[in-house]
């Protein structure tokens, strides 16, 4: 038996508290309105043979830790104590949605998709090409809708499939997400320079250079500390 451990991420207001009550049998408190959830909490529930253990994190727009849930959220997800990320995703609000869902792919654990609201999608009479989205992506996504207590199997499921084949879903830091030629020819010697030095090997040199590039107080803070 073994214990998997997911990180509940998302934005503000996605559904994230709602889809972890559904999955833990806890009671959560849920609101009409962003930033319910500011401490990380923690639920069980059985995946077949398995334990799951699920940490609702607090939402988030980014991960850039410029507020207290952004830097709890971020933490644990750097922490390596997640073995993948449930991204909760508004799919009614799809683009806005999906900067976050970059950010996570960019540290480089595997990510679950999960379009949540599609109830609010099917009203708008909005269509969205999953497979293709899941292509792009380069990961898997699943449908659910959290308050009306949809999708629950198929993420169980899925989060079994991504356990056991933790391989198939990490991708090399290089595959994750391709900037403009320029950007990649700065990145990749960002990289390299990170790579090379001992003292950053409990991070991702590519994602570490990612937010260096991107401006980023808290990962420069990061390297004068380890310095
Ligand atoms: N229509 C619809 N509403 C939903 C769905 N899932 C959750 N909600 C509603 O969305 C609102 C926010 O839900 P929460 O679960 O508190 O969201 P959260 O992501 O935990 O929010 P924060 O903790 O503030 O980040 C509540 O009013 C929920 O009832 C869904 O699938 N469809
Ligand atoms: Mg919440």
């Known amino acids: 038996m073994a214990e998997i451990t997911v990180a509940v991420a998302g934005q503000p207001n996605s559904g994230k508290s709602t889809m972890f009550n559904l999955l833990t049998g ?41 507020s207290i849930e952004e830097t709890v959220a971020r933490d644990y997800l750097l922490s390596g104590q997640a073995d993948l990320v449930l991204n909760i995703i508004d799919a009614s609000n799809l683009e806005r949605s999906l900067n976050l869902t970059l950010q996570l792919l960019e540290i480089g654990l595997p990510v679950i998709v999960v379009l949540n609201m599609m109830d609010v999608v099917d009203k708008r009479k909005i269509k969205i090409d999953l497979k293709k989205l899941s292509q792009k992506l380069n990961t898997p996504v699943v449908k659910a809708v959290a308050k009306q207590a949809k999708g629950k199997t198929e993420i169980k499921a899925m989060i079994k499939e991504v356990y056991y084949n933790i391989k198939k879903y990490s991708r090399p830091e290089a595959e994750i997400i391709q900037y403009s030629p320029e950007l990649e020819a700065d990145l990749e010697e960002l990289t390299a320079y990170f790579k090379a030095d001992k003292r950053f090997t409990n991070y991702s040199a590519r994602w570490l250079a990612v937010r260096i590039m991107a401006g980023d107080k808290h990962a420069e803070k990061l390297i004068r500390e380890v310095s």
């Open 26 to 66: 806890a009671r959560q408190y849920i609101a009409n309105y962003p930033g319910v959830t500011v401490e990380k909490k923690t639920g069980y529930l059985k995946i077949g043979d398995d334990k799951g253990k699920l940490v609702d994190l607090p939402g988030t727009y980014s991960l850039s830790s410029y």
